[in-house]
């Protein structure tokens, strides 16, 4: 029998708000996501249709028509809202998911790694595509390099009011810190 | 990571969507909140239905929390919800609409997270 902790329950009361947490293979979206959530982060199977059988090698399973893909998942309560977070992969194969999951998101926070820029061009076009508004946040890693963070923004072609941040993924502090800047500035977007 | 492909699944998928029509508007989403109705029937329903109520016995969950719990991919679990919600067994809170955000939502996520 399927069984959850019934402390992990929440109240119908809260609105349910939905975060995306995005960024290329081994960035840290696993990590803040379970940096972040109040339970532990779960992690649910997505059909992929043919958009991902495009790229997957498929060669002598024609009759695959799908496959499949995970996604990570938090929650945490605040004060009348439940925020959802969903960690999710930044290919360009996952168009269709994105299209999908971006469908009433607040935002997307998109996590860049300083070692490899260029993994997040695909993830950038893919976010900008579904129109959600983001931000973005470098996840330091120990090893990484030290770029100011004009260098970055220049790098990743940012438009100069998109948010860029410097976040530690492992650490609640830093990556609620990295949310907040996501939020002001949707709001910010609202009032202008 | 733990993957839900690796866990053992209370019910295939198959089986769980054999019984599964599927109804003409579906507002069931990800994070739409999922709870049993007070006077819902819940008796004779199959097998994937009947987990999902014993899950949702407890207190309310969004509709992927069900997915992971139960261990069936997103996509049977929503058909399920949006069947038994038509059938007034579940009722759902349907998620913000972000196309048109709120300006007091925005300031209870800020004032929430600042809070931490």
């Known amino acids: 029998m399927a069984s959850a902790p019934s402390d992990t329950r929440i109240s119908t009361d809260h609105i349910p708000v939905k975060l995306i947490i995005a960024g290329p293979f081994g960035v840290g979206k696993t990590t803040m996501v379970d940096a972040l959530s109040e339970i532990k982060p779960l992690n649910t199977e997505e059909v992929l249709t043919q958009a991902g059988t495009l790229v997957d090698d498929l060669t002598g399973v024609n009759e695959k028509t799908t496959t499949t893909t995970a996604i990570d998942f938090g929650r945490l309560t605040l004060p009348g809202v439940v925020l959802y977070l969903f960690g999710a992969p930044g290919q360009a194969r996952f168009q269709v998911l994105w299209q999908e999951l971006a469908r009433g998101a607040l935002g997307v926070l998109v996590l860049a790694d300083t070692r490899r820029i260029d993994d997040s061009f695909a993830v950038l076009d893919l976010v900008e595509s579904t129109g959600v508004r983001y931000a973005v946040a470098v996840n330091n890693f120990p090893d990484s390099p030290e770029y100011p963070l004009e260098a970055v923004r220049q790098a990743l072609d940012l438009h100069p009011h998109t948010p860029l941040v410097v976040c530690d993924a492992r650490d609640p502090v830093s990556a609620r810190a990295s949310l907040i800047a996501l939020v002001e500035h949707i709001r910010e977007l609202m009032l202008t | ?116």
Request: glycine share 6%; proline share 8%.
């Open chain 2, 1 to 116: 990571m733990t993957s839900g492909r690796q866990r053992r699944r209370v019910v295939p998928d198959y089986m769980a969507a054999a019984k599964l029509t599927v109804p003409e508007h579906i507002s069931v989403e990800r994070t739409t909140i999922v709870v049993v109705a007070p006077e819902a029937v819940t008796d004779g329903l199959d097998p994937p239905g009947s987990h999902l109520i014993a899950l949702l016995r407890e207190g309310p969950l969004s509709v992927y929390e069900c997915a992971a719990y139960l261990g069936l991919p997103y996509c049977v679990v929503r058909l399920l919800v949006a069947g038994l919600a038509e059938t007034g067994t579940l009722l759902t809170r349907a998620p913000l609409r972000a196309d048109a955000p709120d300006l007091e939502i925005l300031e209870l996520v800020l004032s929430g997270l600042r809070a931490l």
